[in-house]
């Protein structure tokens, strides 16, 4: 038994803020966040709008296009990095809020690669056989852990998500394989230094600016770079594929001269990539769902095609995926 993807869902926030709106707040320019990222604009939450408001709307998308009631849904898992309360898992409010009374469910925390981590939990669930109807939700508030004085960070992250809904199958369709890595020695190149148990949050921690994101970016992207196009390249490898095989690469949306190494390693044209970072900048979590459901909107996938995911993150995490594509 396999667990395949029957319906995708994304959300993005109204409020947009474009590189010429960051030209006025910090020391940088159009010409220069696009040259170094590939981003030219990124939407943020309105005012009260938390993680659990942009998982309900995409819970709710997905009950909607999948036909099934909030009772059916067994579980809900919620990758993500900025949770509405450190107690509280977002899943739960999402549970809550869609009435879904016999899931149970809860968050997990691995930066860009949480959804990939996500949907490989999901579905190891439902290929047990317990579980039949699994939301998978992968979005993140940035905005609410960014300096916006501080150029480094501030012109690239966004908010938004996106999510799927994983169903049974037993026609060979659906997720067919995954790689995933973890490797907690980076961990001090891409953090949110304090909030937790190790650096509580107090006047020092807040006035230090502490508690935004912090990223030593030569070093997360030299890392990125090699083990994002490695995983990529080794999945295809021990399925005995190459590039030629894949339908379509969703890569996370970090950098675009990062998804274009990757893409190159595995031998994959320009064709066979999704990219959109340049629209909504880095939603961590929430890239490759997003993209996902942006590419069944616009029909570039179809029954029996190969997808290939990839992403890396803060931890450090990072990973691949390979599906086949089409519903139970």
């Not at 879904?100 to 579905?123: H, K, S």
């Not at 669930?125 to 480094?152: C, F, Q, W």
Request: aromatic residues 6%; hydrophobic residues 40%; glycine residues 10%.
């Amino acid at each position: 038994m396999n667990a395949t993807i029957t319906a995708t869902a994304r959300y993005l926030p109204e409020r947009k803020l474009s590189n010429f709106d960051l030209e006025k707040m910090v020391d940088t320019s159009d010409e220069w966040i696009r040259s170094r990222t590939g981003i030219e604009n990124r939407h943020l939450v309105g005012e009260g709008e938390a993680t659990s408001d942009m998982g309900t709307e995409i819970a709710k998308t997905l009950l909607e296009r999948s036909g099934k009631t909030p009772e059916e849904i067994d579980l809900i898992l919620v990758a993500t990095s900025t949770p509405d309360y450190p107690v509280v898992s977002t899943a739960a409010l999402v549970q809550d809020k869609i009435g879904a009374v016999n899931a149970w469910g809860y968050d997990i925390v691995a930066a860009c690669t949480g959804f990939v981590y996500a949907l490989e939990t999901g579905a190891k669930l439902v290929e047990s056989g317990t579980y039949k109807n699994v939301i998978v939700i992968g979005a993140d508030t940035m905005s609410s852990i960014i300096d916006y004085t501080d150029r480094n960070t501030c012109v690239i992250f966004g908010d938004g998500g996106g999510g799927v809904l994983l169903e049974p199958s037993e026609n060979g369709i659906g997720i067919l394989d995954s790689i995933l890595h973890a490797d907690g020695s980076g961990s001090q190149y891409l953090t949110v230094p304090a909030g937790g148990s190790l650096h509580p949050a107090s006047k020092d921690t807040v006035d230090k600016k502490m508690h935004y994101v912090y990223q030593d970016g030569k070093t997360v992207y030299k890392f990125a770079v090699k083990n994002m196009a490695d995983v990529s390249k080794r999945i295809l490898d021990q399925n005995n594929l190459t590039g030629d095989d894949v339908k379509l690469f969703i890569p996370h949306q970090a950098n675009r001269r990062i998804i274009d190494a990757a893409a190159k390693r595995c031998g994959l044209g320009p064709e066979k990539v999704l990219v959109n970072i340049n629209r909504y900048g880095n939603t961590t979590a929430g890239t490759i769902p997003i993209a996902l459901d942006e590419a069944v909107e616009t029909n570039r996938l179809e029954k029996n095609d190969l997808l290939l995911l990839a992403a890396f993150g803060g931890g450090f995490t990072w990973g691949s995926m390979l599906i086949r594509w089409g519903d139970a």
